[in-house]
């Protein structure tokens, strides 16, 4: 069965901190993975990754892939009350999307 | 049922034909969400349903496209006239719209392709 898992399921960090949010996965016929921010109805994408040990960055936000382990991580530095949100990753395969439960962040002042 | 279900998972259809994409939420959620994404996109919101509330349709991308939701629980999503470009993965998900957390849980998605 198909499966992608998210840890830790919540977290509360003060401003400036840095995190790392985790994604794993057991799929079959794997195709990439993708992270995802909802605030509020639409989650936004952020990431898409397909190749392992590449790392994508976009401003204080950065995720990488790792096929053999399995694994994805989103880190994010120094961060901010605006970056609370849930954190969704989601494995596409098959032709579906199959998603985590999500990580709830929640950046305190 | 123990987690959002959509039928079909995959659906092949004549351009200018009509589709009907279904969703089934988890018992007892009030929200229900409608996203697509076509492959390498990100997620694109539809419509939104909130309990007996108007729905909110902002995100339709044309009236070829409706959704209606009967007594507060399964939904469909109906594409009129299909064209090349209605070709996605459609997303339907649920979430309990109450307490802090308000996660969304996503159905496995129906795969829509019109030829």
């Known amino acids: 069965e198909d499966k992608v898992v998210q840890s830790p399921l919540s977290l509360v960090v003060h401003e400036g901190d840095t995190v790392t949010l985790n994604c794993s996965y057991e799929?079959?016929?794997?195709?990439?993975l993708l992270w995802y921010k909802q605030e509020k109805k639409a989650p936004t994408f952020l990431f898409m990754l397909?190749?392992?040990?590449i790392e994508k960055k976009s401003g204080r936000l950065s995720s990488i892939l790792d096929k053999k382990e399995l694994f994805s991580i989103l880190n994010i530095t120094a961060t901010q009350t605006g970056d609370s949100a849930i954190y969704l990753c989601a494995v596409e395969a098959r032709g579906k999307l199959i998603f985590g439960q999500g990580t709830e962040l929640s950046v305190k002042p | 049922g123990a987690g959002v279900s959509q039928s079909p998972s995959n659906k092949v259809t004549e351009k200018g034909k009509d589709v009907e994409l279904r969703c089934d939420p988890i018992?007892?959620?009030?929200?229900l969400y409608w996203y697509r994404q076509s492959l390498g996109q990100g997620l694109e919101f539809l419509i939104y349903?909130?309990?007996?509330?108007?729905?909110?349709k902002s995100g339709l991308p044309s009236d070829r496209f409706s959704a209606e939701r009967t007594g507060g629980s399964v939904s469909t999503l109906t594409i009129q006239r299909t064209q090349q470009e209605d070709s996605a993965v459609y997303l339907c998900?649920?979430?309990?719209?109450?307490?802090?957390?308000?996660?969304?849980?996503f159905g496995e998605g129906s795969w829509l392709t019109v030829v």
């Open positions: 998900a649920s979430s309990l719209a109450k307490g802090a957390r308000n996660t969304i849980y």
């Open positions: 799929v079959t016929n794997f195709r990439s």
């Open positions: 018992s007892g959620h009030t929200a």
């Open positions: 349903f909130q309990g007996n509330s108007a729905p909110d």
């Open positions: 397909t190749s392992s040990g």
